[in-house]
């Protein structure tokens, strides 16, 4: 399973989720300096008792105060937890611009249809496109329910008639079907909307 989906990842998913956020940290390793309202001043007023007691940290986003109180063997477990965190996004960074996910990004609904629109596309430029949807296909449809395959073209063709239930047999006869698909074939300039509208017809269809 892909790291989308990885328990890995989902446990750490999100500093805050694992306390891990500027103000959870601050909590743990310390307290924040109070202000009161004193009435016969008429304002609220900061208690000064911490004042060169406690290290200080001054919140930028409100200016709240923090009494830093932790010792230095917290400090340390907190910097570990954050490389750590950080370390996973990385990975997570990674993954989403790899491979397929770098130019389809991360297809995440379960019921789609991939219009094909190859236009007047040179040999070349043709194989590369039928590369790419041939990665997209191995690596990110095989993980979810149902797909389709419509090209636009002036006949559209369609590799089947409704979306089809995933498997490996499916996938390998998609993309079978896509490489044999001819180079250049008779194109109108409402083609790409008409396999669209086709495409959308399917109510199962969420993408």
Same mark, same amino acid.
């Given at each position: ?5 990885? $328990? ?7 500093? /805050? =989720? ?18 009161? *309202?004193? #009435?016969?001043?008429?304002?609220? %007023?900061?208690? =000064?008792?911490?004042?060169? @007691?406690?290290?200080? *940290? ?6 709240? %105060?923090?009494?830093?109180?932790? /010792? ?11 490389? !750590? ?6 990975? =997570? ?8 996910? +770098?130019?389809? !990004?991360?297809? +995440? ?28 296909? %191995?690596? +990110? ?20 008639? /409704?979306?089809?239930?995933? $498997?490996?047999?499916? %996938? ?7 490489? /044999?698909?001819?180079?250049? #074939?008779?194109?109108?300039? #409402?083609?790409?909307?008409?396999? @669209? ?11």
């Amino acid at each position: 399973q892909s790291l989308v989906s990885s $328990s890995e990842w989902l446990q750490h998913y999100g500093l /805050k =989720r694992n306390k891990l956020s500027l103000s959870q940290i601050l909590s743990q390793i310390g307290f924040q300096h109070r202000k009161d *309202y004193v #009435t016969t001043l008429g304002k609220p %007023v900061a208690s =000064r008792y911490a004042d060169g @007691l406690f290290p200080q *940290y001054k919140r930028a986003q409100d200016g709240s %105060v923090y009494n830093l109180t932790a /010792k230095k063997e917290l400090i340390l477990h907190f910097v570990d937890c954050l490389i !750590g965190a950080i370390e996973l996004y990385k990975q =997570r960074m990674e993954w989403l611009t790899s491979e397929s996910r +770098q130019i389809f !990004g991360v297809i +995440q609904e379960q019921c789609i249809v991939i219009v094909l629109d190859f236009g007047t596309a040179a040999p070349t430029e043709f194989d590369l496109c039928r590369d790419a949807l041939s990665m997209v296909l %191995v690596e +990110q449809v095989i993980q979810i329910s149902r797909f389709n395959l419509i090209r636009a073209a002036q006949d559209l063709m369609k590799w089947q008639q /409704k979306c089809t239930p995933v $498997s490996e047999h499916t %996938v390998k006869s998609a993309v079978t079907w896509l490489w /044999k698909l001819d180079h250049m #074939t008779a194109v109108s300039h #409402t083609s790409s909307a008409e396999a @669209l509208l086709e495409a959308m017809g399917d109510e199962a269809v969420s993408s």
